[in-house]
């Protein structure tokens, strides 16, 4: 038995989702859910994730460090930690979106496509903020700060939804057999 057959969803618990009352909810539950962009049996989606949440953190902590120390090296900081986070949010974004359109059981999720709107918000954030830093660096008090701050929000929103796919829907958990 391959590693793929090892991890498909069983027969029983298909037909389980296939047996809902309502015809809608019949249909969504038919569908794999499997990851179709992943490493070794691994998402890669939900590997590199990591990567703009911690940034966007960091871009915050070094704006509030700027704000209270006034020593540009935190300007710098900022500067490096944005830049970070747009661009490993863009990698992680490709990858999600290219999970969100193969898959068919993600793409007829709501909640797929309420994660990725909230994501997209997100990464046109984090590339307003490292934009303003690069023609502005000074304007990181008060504009630049309350970008981050907006960024958090929106990272905890993309990050809510995105769990959400994958605790209460089960996407990406299990690596199709057709791998
Ligand atoms: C265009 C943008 C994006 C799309 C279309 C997208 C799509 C998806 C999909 C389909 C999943 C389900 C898991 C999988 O199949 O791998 C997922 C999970 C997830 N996404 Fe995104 N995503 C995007 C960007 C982001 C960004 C920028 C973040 C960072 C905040 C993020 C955070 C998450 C988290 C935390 C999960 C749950 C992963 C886990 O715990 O295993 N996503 N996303």
Do not use: C
């Not at 209460?168 to 199709?176: L, R």
């Amino acid at each position: 038995m391959t590693e793929a057959d090892k991890n498909a969803i069983p027969d029983e618990e298909r037909e389980d989702r296939q047996d809902d009352p309502n015809p809608v909810m019949a249909e969504i539950g038919a569908h794999d859910t499997s990851s179709a962009v992943a490493l070794v049996g691994h998402p890669i989606h939900a590997m590199m994730v990591h990567f703009p949440i911690a940034f966007t953190v960091a871009t915050l902590g070094a704006d509030v460090f700027y704000w209270w120390s006034g020593d540009d090296f935190w300007l710098r900081v900022g500067l490096w930690a944005v830049g970070g986070a747009f661009a490993t949010g863009v990698a992680a974004g490709l990858a999600g979106t290219a999970e969100l359109l193969l898959v068919k059981g993600i793409r007829v999720r709501v909640a797929s496509w309420t994660h990725a709107i909230t994501a997209m918000m997100l990464i046109s954030i984090l590339g307003l903020n490292w934009g303003l830093r690069l023609v502005a660096p000074e304007a990181v008090l008060p504009h630049g700060i309350a970008v981050s701050a907006l960024a958090m929000v929106f990272t905890g929103f993309a990050g809510w939804h995105g769990g959400k796919l994958v605790f209460d829907h089960g996407v990406g958990a299990i690596v199709s057999p057709k791998q």
